[in-house]
């Protein structure tokens, strides 16, 4: 992990550690650990938690809901893999994102594992936290957020907020999406890395 680290010279992204899957590892090459690995954060610089306590009342219990959590932790990873942001507090770095107007927000297009053509809004809303939109197949200009969004605009829109001051972390809203049965199939397909709201891990950077 920390070689990996180290390859992405000084502006690292993240490294997504799993503490289970260690275990499950060292097991495996006869390495027993009876009470589990822990990596402890106040020893590592740089490592952040990505579970929230508040994940544990939150299931992703319906297609609708994980159709939601694919297209968002899809849009925050571009998001992070474009540098648009960091996973460190306060770290923004689209352009004009200091001026605190409506011209601040940061608007990008890319393509969905699924071939389909999405857009995304990111706006620093304060303390840290990122207010994250995005919208599939456009047919108009997306309105301000994903929740006024409605499926004569578009395939498919939703709305989450990354914090990045207590952890790093998606938070849930499920609530603002709206999505057509063809392309809820398709963004159920998704494979995308977790770094999402209910993810038990920490990330390195």
Not at 25 to 38: A, D, H, Q, T, V
Not at 172 to 192: G, H, P, W
């Amino acid at each position: 992990m920390l070689k990996e680290i180290t390859n992405q010279g000084d502006d690292p992204m993240y490294f997504f550690v799993c503490e289970e899957r260690l275990t499950v590892r060292l097991n495996e090459l006869r390495y027993p650990i009876e009470k589990g690995f822990y990596f402890d954060t106040e020893d590592i610089e740089g490592m952040r938690e990505t579970l929230c306590l508040r994940s544990f009342d939150i299931e992703y219990k319906t297609k609708r809901h994980k159709a939601w959590r694919n297209l968002m932790v899809a849009t925050v990873n571009e998001a992070l893999r474009r540098r648009i942001f960091s996973l460190r507090p306060g770290d923004n770095r689209w352009p004009g994102h200091d001026e605190r107007t409506i011209r601040s927000r940061f608007e990008f297009d890319f393509v969905l594992p699924t071939g389909d053509a999405a857009r995304a809004t990111v706006d620093d809303i304060g303390f840290d936290e990122l207010a994250i939109d995005a919208a599939v197949n456009l047919r108009k200009q997306m309105v301000f957020s994903g929740y006024y969004a409605n499926l004569k605009e578009c395939d498919a829109a939703g709305t989450t907020w990354l914090e990045r001051q207590t952890g790093a972390w998606i938070q849930s809203a499920v609530d603002s999406f709206k999505c057509s049965r063809i392309l809820e199939q398709k963004l159920l397909a998704m494979e995308v890395e977790p770094l999402g709201y209910g993810d038990k891990g920490r990330v390195r950077m």
